[in-house]
């Protein structure tokens, strides 16, 4: 079975050739082109469960082609509160999270990237939204992508699942951390769960990634092989870790109510992680 996380998937044709192309790019961003609605800081969503649009009236950011028709948006303030976002993503329709999250994504980087790193100076918008141009040293800033690992330890056919202080009670979900520079993929699996939980493990496999915008993560989904079973779990970023069996796991995704744990929600990958070992 091949793992679709939620916002995986290809979403908009991007239509590089036509950011490079002043005279096309023009055209794409006319106003009375479509430009994608923003609710409370969020791109909206109908109640079909599809991303809204209206007619252009500041077409900043050229995010791509749809059907072969031009998508914008301005250039907005995204919502500061991840999880007022996971309330409104529910009603999403998957086909539309793609365009959902690289919308979201790259207004929180024009949000925040403003200034040149360099000199501090203000900088434009190049390649409709995708650089920046710094106007006094010529240094061009792009969309940053900031990689993170998620895996699943496995133990005698026992997974390792933590929580949290800040998840939904009894929520467990698979150990996670940012990818450090100098670091693979592999030796981040390890290093995160040495630290987390303080075991050692092997057989580091990946499995599948997710584009996660808030504000521009890259999820990389992994399996480990766990060396041994005792945990010196990291209080400072957990508030408790344990091991759980195929059948365990398998209860709570399916939502019964005699679950030993909450399952992460569908738009997680960490569900899917989960769902993946289970057809294995
Ligand atoms: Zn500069």
Known sequence: MQPEPFFSGPGIDRAD???????????????????LVWRDGLPAIGPDGRLEWEPATSP???????????????????????????????????DEAPLFATALSLA??????RFCANWGASTDIER????????????????????????????????????????????YS???????????????VARELHEEAGIRVADVTYVASQPWPFPSSLMVGCHARALDAALTIDTTELD??????REEIAAS??????????????FAIARTLLEHWLAA
């Open 128 to 171: 409709g939204g995708w650089s920046r141009a710094c106007p006094k040293c010529c240094a061009q800033h792009f969309p940053r992508v900031d990689p993170v690992v998620i895996m699943l330890a496995e133990h005698d056919g026992r997974l390792l699942l933590g929580r949290q202080p800040q998840y939904p009670p009894n929520r």
């Open 60 to 94: 900043d950011l050229f995010l791509g082609l749809q059907d072969g028709e031009p998508r914008v948006s301005a250039t907005v303030q995204p919502h500061t509160n991840a999880r007022a976002a996971f309330d409104t993503m529910g009603a999403l329709a998957p």
């Open 240 to 245: 408790d870790a344990r091991w759980f069996t």
């Open 108 to 113: 929180w980087w024009h949000s925040r990237h």
């Open 174 to 188: 698979a150990l996670a951390g940012f990818l450090e520079p100098g670091e693979s993929v592999e030796a981040a």
């Open 17 to 35: 050739q036509i950011r490079v192309d002043p005279t096309r790019l023009a055209e794409a961003t006319a106003n009375g082109a479509s430009q």
């Open 253 to 266: 995704l399916a939502g019964d109510e005699d679950a030993p744990f909450k399952a992460p929600p569908r």
